[in-house]
């Protein structure tokens, strides 16, 4: 879930039901009336997500942002040492 928190901007759900494969998409517009919006401009990683868009809505200069990112496997794999 990410969204631009310096100025007005929609909420970004993105899940791996709806898209299966990066780029991600379609996503969830929260805030909006939209039910799916199509997108793609992140990757789902194992460990988070990667942006791979200078859009406004993701990355823009200047602007702050917050976000949180749900595992489905949190420390599934995890090998301490």
Do not use: C, Q
Not at 20 to 27: C, E, F, H, L, S
Not at 35 to 46: G, H, M, N, V
Not at 49 to 71: C, H, L, M, P, Q
Request: without cysteine; neutral net charge; hydrophobic residues 40%.
């Amino acid at each position: 879930m990410t969204k631009a928190s310096s100025r007005l901007s929609a909420w970004y759900i993105h899940d791996t039901a709806r898209g299966t494969y990066n780029v991600i998409g379609p996503v969830l517009a929260a805030n909006t009336s939209a039910a799916e919006i199509t997108p793609t401009r992140l990757d789902i990683l194992s460990n988070g997500f990667k942006i791979r868009d200078n859009d406004s809505e993701y990355n823009a200069s200047g602007d702050t942002y917050v976000w949180a990112a749900f595992a489905e496997h949190p420390f599934a794999y995890a090998r301490a040492r």
